[in-house]
């Protein structure tokens, strides 16, 4: 009984912790430090984005959320084996990056190079699990590799979360159409 009531407390203990304490990981961190050049990006200055990540990563060079920003931008300014490089470096530091697997597949998508591209996609969808346009690449490259049935479902699932984009993709009679 004694040990099921110092069970109980310890679980309790945690949950009280992790309600209190906000996380301070790395990446926790580098958003707080890096919030300046994460605007430059949410405001599509991408050019301007790559330089303070250039920067940063100068001043900060094992920044895994420095690494995924400046992969982003690589990705937006069409140097794609700079955005898998960079990506790449991002998930050495931290693995739990989404957005880093998602860029990396974008960019992987886009070298037609379908299978690696799904991987990451898949890690996108399984760290962001709420994130409709991981959900979308996904359904594009399951499209693109002959899984018709789960890339609607995929579509589906990115259009439940908010997603504008991947409605483009379903036809009126439920049929993918990938232009």
């Known amino acids: 009984m004694e040990v099921f009531v110092l069970f109980v407390l310890f679980l309790g203990s945690l949950f009280v912790r992790a309600l209190l304490f906000k996380p301070n990981d790395p990446t926790s961190r580098d958003e707080k430090k890096f919030k300046a050049g994460i605007q430059l990006i949410t405001g599509r200055r991408y050019e301007e ?3 303070y990540f250039n920067k940063a990563l100068k ?7 420095a690494y995924a920003y400046r992969g982003r931008c690589n990705l937006y300014l069409n140097d794609l084996f700079a955005a898998i490089y960079d990506t790449t ?3 050495a530091y931290d693995h739990c990056i989404a957005d880093a697997y998602l860029v990396k597949g974008i960019a992987l998508f886009e070298l037609e190079m379908y299978k690696d591209a799904f991987i990451e996609f898949d890690k996108a969808v ?3 699990r709420n994130n409709g346009e991981a959900y ?4 594009l490259c ?4 002959g899984m018709t049935d789960k890339a609607y479902e995929d579509f589906a699932k990115a259009i439940e979360l908010g997603d504008e984009h991947a409605s483009y993709y379903i036809g009126k009679r439920g049929m993918i159409e990938i232009l």
């Open 49 to 51: 984005g790559f330089q």
């Open 59 to 65: 001043e900060n060079p094992k920044s895994g959320l």
């Open 89 to 91: 470096e991002a998930l």
């Open 126 to 128: 399984w760290y962001a």
């Open 136 to 139: 979308r690449w996904r359904a």
């Open 142 to 145: 399951r499209a693109k590799l």
